[in-house]
């Protein structure tokens, strides 16, 4: 019975893979040159990224590694390089590349568990909000309506502030990451809940959702089997560049000196570390990182924007 199920499963696997390969978003895709070198260089980053002890070729974190000598060594190709250092070092002596790679991954990090927060919370407040209607959804718009009135980073700034205020100094450092997460998460639920909301006002009243209702179906089982699944699609498209967006913001705040600490540097943190030796001639400590910051975050966001064109019927 095993393997004859095993045997059913198999080519039901192989029909949804072709389907998908046969479909619009794939012919969308293989169609647009743009898209697919942004998904390439996003794919290079997040691969980097998230195996950055094996292809950095120093770890900028060991401090017995690094020698104060090899310090402001010029990238490899300018006057005065190494080959040992493509794109050179910091005050400190870190190779940079090695700076970036990991830089990138504790901006990526920050990022998607920051996103990844705020669409938890932005989905569940707009399907209360959208389904329920009444008090509870004017409550939960007038305070999306209050915070969209203030930027996202005075609310970030805002909550990273009161936290290091409640938090003993000696635990900054180790609760900064956290600290960004919840800030950025905290200042960009509104856009999840406001698009929710209004696709889960059409959807509640449809047949189906109708139907639910009269067999006895909890309201909260409701949301999550039916309702969540036809809304899901604006919510991929506003992840996708609500990611480049956090990212950026997590690079903001670290460059104000509220983000990542130096001893463990995002993206944000050597743009800010290498600002102070642009004068002296020392470029490549700020330049370098502040490319790879503006790559990352254009190429996921020419990912969204193709992602909402394909997603939208209108446009097929």
Same mark, same amino acid.
Not at 130 to 137: E, N, R, S
């Given at each position: ?33 743009? $898209? ?5 260089? &996003? ?33 490899? =190709? ?10 050179? $070092? ?10 970036? *790679? +990991? ?5 990526? &990090? ?6 990844? +927060? ?13 389904? &329920? ?21 005075? *609310? ?21 990451? =956290? ?9 960009? =639920? ?49 992840? &996708? ?42 470029? =490549?400590?700020?330049? +370098? ?28």
């Amino acid at each position: 019975m095993t393997d004859l199920a095993e045997q059913t499963a198999a080519p039901q696997r192989a029909s949804a893979l072709q389907r998908f390969f046969d479909g619009d978003i794939w012919y969308s895709f293989t169609r647009s040159r743009v $898209t697919m070198v942004a998904a390439a260089i &996003t794919a290079l980053f997040f691969v980097a990224a998230l195996f950055a002890p094996l292809v950095a070729p120093t770890n900028p974190y060991d401090l017995a590694a690094l020698n104060l000598l090899d310090a402001f060594t010029a990238p490899a =190709w300018t006057e005065g390089g190494s080959a040992k250092h493509l794109l050179g $070092t910091d005050e400190q002596g870190r190779d940079m590349l090695s700076a970036i *790679i +990991f830089g990138a991954r504790v901006s990526l &990090t920050v990022g998607f568990a920051s996103i990844l +927060f705020s669409m938890v919370l932005g989905i569940t407040l707009g399907l209360i909000a959208g389904y &329920t209607g009444g008090l509870v959804d004017a409550f939960i718009m007038r305070v999306a309506d209050v915070q969209l009135s203030f930027p996202a980073i005075l *609310i970030a700034l805002l909550v990273d502030g009161v936290v290091r205020g409640v938090l003993p100094p000696s635990m900054h450092n180790d609760m900064a990451i =956290w600290v960004l997460i919840f800030s950025i998460g905290i200042s960009n =639920w509104v856009q999840f809940a406001r698009t929710v909301r209004g696709s889960c006002m059409v959807e509640r009243n449809k047949e189906y959702v109708q139907a639910a209702r009269i067999i006895g179906i909890h309201p909260g089982l409701i949301m999550l089997r039916h309702v969540l699944p036809n809304v899901m699609g604006p919510v991929l498209v506003i992840a &996708t560049i609500g990611l480049a967006i956090a990212v950026l913001l997590e690079a903001t705040l670290s460059f104000l000196g509220v983000g990542m600490p130096p001893t463990r540097p995002s993206l944000g943190t050597l743009v800010n570390s290498g600002q102070n030796f642009l004068a002296s001639g020392e470029w =490549w400590i700020a330049v +370098f990182p502040g490319l790879a910051l503006a790559l990352l975050v254009l190429s996921v966001n020419l990912l969204g924007d193709w992602l909402r064109d394909a997603l939208n019927p209108k446009l097929r």
